[in-house]
C-alpha cells in the first residue's frame, strides 16, 4: 500500500464508517475489528440488542479485511453463513482468518464476542460467520473501485 | 395485533428505522421491504454498491417479518446463509416466505432485487439468503421484548 | 463432449454409483437426478427414512451436474448448505439451476423432492440446498481427474 | 441409555453402517467419528478423492452425535453448511461439538480431518461444518424412530 495502511483504508467505506466499525488489525489473512453498540443498533424498540445486521455486517467486514491482507485486491462476498449464539446486548468484538487460500476464492472464519471489554477482556462468544470471498478476476473497473484509485492503495 | 400493523411495528425498530427499511407487506407467512440505495450503504468511497451488510440486514429483516406475520412472536434468527448473485447499485426490493414452518423453528427464503424499480418494473436478483427463525420457546422476557408491550403487539 | 453424453459420465463415479444416483439430465447450468430410496440409505434402524448424508449426496451430485453442463470441466464443491424441510421416506428427485455463473464460482439452487412419483407426479419438497462450485484454475492434474483422460470427456 | 452406549447405537443406523462410519466416542456435547476411505467413495472414475457427499455425511452423523449425547433424544438436522478446504484422499476423522445448546436446537460446529492417521497422527483439515439439530418437539413417533424402542435406548 502507498501511505495508508489497510485498517485505515475501511475508514474509508462509507457503512463501515457510518455503522462505527473500526477495523484495529488487518496483516497476513488475519484481522480484528471492534464496534461499540449505539442505540440506532438495536432490533428492540424497548431496549439495546444488536440486529443481526448489524453483528453480520461486523462479520462481513472484518472477514473481507482478513482476506484484503493476504490478496491486496478488491475481494467481494460471494456468500456468508452467521450462526447467532446468544443476544448481543454490549459491544462487539471480531475476529477473522482466512481457513483456505485458493487462487480465484478464499474461505474465512469469522468469530464475534460481546462484553464490557470483547477485544481482550470479559467475553462472550454471540456469533460465529464463516464466508467464501472472490480474490481474482475482478478485472480493472468494478462497482467496489469505480472511482477510487485502486493502483495506489496496494 | 392492537391496533398496529406488523409492517408499521418494524418502523419501530431502531435499526431498521435507520437503515432506512420499509416493510411494505407481512402477512400468512409473506413479507416484502424495500430499501432506497443511499450513499451511506456503499461498500465503495467513489461510488454507490451496497456493502454486503446493507443487503443483509434487509433480508434478514424481511425473513423476520414473514416469521412473525405466521407465529405472532417475537422469533430471532438462529443463522442465515446469504448469497451474493451480483452488485446492487439501485435501490433494493427484498420478498421473503417461510418454506419450512416447525412448532420451534421456521425456514425462510429470501430473495433481493435491485433496479431503478425494484418492486414490480425493471429488476434484477442480486442476492438470495435462507434463514431459520426460532418460534417458540422465548420466554416472557428476552433481550428482544424487554421494555416493550408485546402482549398487546400481537 | 467426445461419444458419451454428461449423464452417462456421473455413472462412472464410484461413490454416485454406489449411492444409486442417476443424473437424469445435465445441459446449459441444469440438471436432474433420481435415487430409489433402500433399505441402506436409512437413518433409522426401525424403518425408513432417508439419512441426511443421503439427501446431501444427491444436491451435491446434481449441483455439479448442473456447473458441469455450462462449463465443460471439473467442478469441485466449495462450500453447500442444505435445509431439510421434511423427512424423505420415499423416492427422491432433484433439481438444481446454475443462479450465478461467474468466471471462477459458479452458484447453484438445488431443490429435492419426495414422493412415490418424485420426478413429475406427486410429490413433496424435502430439502433444497445452495452451492457454490469451483468453475476455473483447476490445472492440468487434480485429485478430481487423477487417471481420467479429462481432455475426451468435453 | 439402557446397555448400550451412544457409539454403539449408531453402528445400527443403516446408512451409517453401510458408508462405514465408527462413531469413536460421544458424551456430554462432543464426538468423533473415523471413516476409512475405500474406492467407493470416490468422486474420481480413475483415482481416489471422497466424493462431497461422503465427507458431509462423517460430518452429519458425528454432529448428531454430538447433539444426542447432550440431549439424549433423537435430534434430526435442520441445515447444514460444509466447507472443503482441501481433497480428501485418505482416511477422514471428525470432531464435533455442540457450541449453542437452546431449549429446541442445537448449533453445532464439526472439523473434519485426513490423513494417514488423521484421529490424532499427521493429519490436515479438508473440511468444516456447521448445523442446527431439532432438539425437541419430536413427539413420540417420527419417521426417525418408527420401529425403534426410543424409550429404552436412552
Same mark, same amino acid.
Given at each position: 500500500? $502507498?501511505?495508508?495502511?489497510?485498517?485505515?483504508?475501511?475508514?474509508h467505506v462509507p457503512f463501515v464508517d457510518d455503522l462505527g466499525i473500526d477495523?484495529?488489525?488487518?496483516?497476513?489473512?488475519? $484481522?480484528?475489528?471492534?464496534?461499540?453498540?449505539?442505540?440506532?443498533?438495536?432490533? @428492540?424498540?424497548?431496549?439495546?440488542? $444488536?440486529?443481526?445486521?448489524?453483528?453480520?455486517?461486523?462479520?462481513?467486514?472484518?472477514?473481507?479485511?482478513?482476506?484484503?491482507?493476504?490478496?491486496? *485486491?478488491?475481494?467481494? *462476498?460471494?456468500?456468508? #453463513?452467521?450462526?447467532?449464539?446468544?443476544?448481543? *446486548?454490549?459491544?462487539?468484538?471480531?475476529?477473522?482468518?482466512?481457513?483456505?487460500?485458493?487462487?480465484?476464492?478464499?474461505?474465512?472464519?469469522? *468469530?464475534?464476542?460481546?462484553?464490557?471489554?470483547?477485544?481482550?477482556?470479559?467475553?462472550? #462468544?454471540?456469533a460465529t460467520a464463516r464466508g467464501v470471498y472472490k480474490t481474482s478476476g475482478?478485472?480493472? #473497473?468494478?462497482?467496489?473501485?469505480?472511482?477510487?484509485?485502486?493502483? @495506489?492503495?496496494?
Open positions: 500500500m $502507498a501511505g495508508m495502511d489497510l485498517a485505515e483504508l475501511f475508514e477495523v484495529v488489525e488487518a496483516a497476513d489473512g488475519h $484481522a480484528e475489528a471492534a464496534l461499540e453498540l449505539e442505540a440506532t443498533h438495536s432490533s @428492540n424498540p424497548g431496549g439495546l440488542v $444488536a440486529h443481526g445486521g448489524v453483528t453480520y455486517a461486523l462479520a462481513d467486514t472484518v472477514g473481507g479485511a482478513a482476506v484484503v491482507s493476504e490478496y491486496e *485486491t478488491v475481494a467481494p *462476498t460471494i456468500d456468508m #453463513r452467521i450462526d447467532y449464539l446468544s443476544p448481543a *446486548t454490549d459491544d462487539l468484538y471480531a475476529e477473522a482468518d482466512v481457513t483456505r487460500g485458493g487462487e480465484s476464492v478464499a474461505t474465512v472464519d469469522v *468469530t464475534v464476542y460481546s462484553g464490557p471489554d470483547p477485544a481482550d477482556g470479559e467475553r462472550e #462468544r454471540v475482478q478485472g480493472e #473497473r468494478t462497482p467496489w473501485t469505480d472511482g477510487v484509485d485502486v493502483e @495506489n492503495l496496494f
